[in-house]
């Protein structure tokens, strides 16, 4: 699938690197989403932005900020992070998730994920 | 929160139909039941959703008890690209400013040939 979009898709790094994951979704969607898989570990959500606005933050690290400039691109920074954040991280959009409707129209889709190794 | 069982997992035949339980016996009224599958270390892909009736869309078919209390995924004709890691997911909403989805274990269907 092309509708969300993430880079780079594999991502080794230091723990005193800084480094950005860049999520793109090409679906018109207001809402975009920061999820975490570590191995052998269900999905975690950490964010939600909805138009821009950070509406959920899941007592997430600070070492990890995300970044929303636009509906359309989501950024997630990452500075001073430790071996046990290595997991693959998730971006989703959806519509605005106030729409309810009958038909549960806010169907979130997942880009590929960029898979994160912290040595 | 209305929570989810599923076996941890299931094989199939290729070509047979894949049918997938899943338990949510604390289901609110207003609350979707969603299917997603994931590939392994790919993103989780939506297929398919419901209220309260039976949907049926290009990938499979959703149907719900009555009571609602439980629900099958039904693969119609299974192939090996369907081998996947299959969630059941009850949509968690919070006054209309989030968009929880709580992903639980989930079963992995795996398809033989």
């Known amino acids: 699938e092309t509708g969300v979009t993430q880079t780079p898709r594999h991502l080794v790094m230091g723990m005193t690197n800084k480094k950005s994951l860049k999520c793109e979704q090409h679906?018109?969607?207001?809402?975009m989403y920061w999820y975490k898989q570590s191995a052998k570990k269900p999905l975690e959500l950490m964010f939600v932005?909805?138009?821009?606005?950070?509406?959920e933050n899941n007592s997430v690290p600070s070492r990890f900020s995300p970044e929303c400039p636009n509906s359309s691109h989501l950024f997630l920074h990452l500075h001073t992070l430790q071996p046990e954040d290595s997991a693959l991280y998730l971006c989703?959009?959806?519509?605005?998730?106030?729409?309810?409707?009958?038909?549960?129209?806010?169907?979130?889709?997942f880009g590929p994920g960029t898979r994160l190794t912290v040595l | 929160d209305a929570k989810t069982t599923q076996p941890p997992s299931m094989d199939c035949a290729e070509g047979r139909a894949a049918n997938l339980p899943c338990n949510h016996s604390?289901?609110?009224?207003?609350?979707?039941v969603y299917w997603y599958r994931q590939i392994h270390s790919q993103g989780p892909q939506y297929i398919i959703h419901?209220?309260?009736n039976n949907e049926t869309n290009e990938m499979a078919s959703l149907i719900i008890t009555e009571d609602r209390k439980s629900s099958t995924l039904i693969l119609p004709h299974a192939t090996l690209r369907d081998t996947a890691v299959y969630y059941c997911?009850?949509?968690?909403?919070?006054?209309?400013?989030?968009?929880?989805?709580?992903f639980g274990t989930g079963t992995l269907l795996a398809v033989q040939p």
């Open positions: 997911i009850v949509r968690v909403a919070r006054g209309g400013a989030t968009n929880k989805l709580i």
């Open positions: 932005y909805n138009f821009k606005e950070q509406t």
């Open positions: 604390t289901i609110s009224g207003n609350e979707y």
């Open positions: 989703a959009s959806s519509q605005d998730p106030s729409i309810r409707g009958t038909s549960g129209g806010d169907t979130q889709y």
């Open positions: 679906l018109g969607h207001n809402a």
């Open positions: 419901g209220l309260k």
